[in-house]
Nanobody, 126 residues
């Protein structure tokens, strides 16, 4: 198993930036595909971004493409989500997720991931 813990959430003004981190412990971290999802009040959990083992390939939802960047540091067992040009509609609880055996078509499906963090709340408001 792998345990995940997100940090870095909080309150930010529209147009601002924030970086989320997700630290992992447990099995060799570098073997896992990693993703970020978010869930706004009253809405379903939605895909934000994901990266395969090496971090060389990254994938984003259309709503965050060009504003958010996912990256991973396998030496530090950490995945990051850099969020720029934040909008009020980005307000949500953000979760990191991990799984060993995903293919490209699985990346956007939250049910495909076996391991989840507890989430960190991001509020974009003036």
């Amino acid at each position: 198993q792998v345990q995940l813990e997100e940090t870095g959430g909080g309150l930010v003004q529209p147009g601002g930036s924030m970086r989320l981190s997700c630290a992992a412990s447990g099995r060799p971290y570098s073997r896992y595909t990693l993703g970020w999802f978010r869930q706004a009040p009253g809405k379903e959990r939605e895909f934000v971004a994901a990266t395969f083992r090496t971090g060389s390939s990254t994938y984003y939802s259309d709503s965050v493409k060009g504003r958010f960047t996912i990256s991973r540091d396998n030496a530090k067992n950490t995945v990051y989500l850099q969020m720029n040009s934040l909008k009020p509609e980005d307000t949500a609880v953000y979760y990191c997720a991990a799984d060993l055996n995903l293919i490209l078509s699985d990346l956007g499906r939250h049910a495909a991931y076996d391991y989840w963090g507890q989430g960190t709340r991001v509020t974009v408001s003036s």
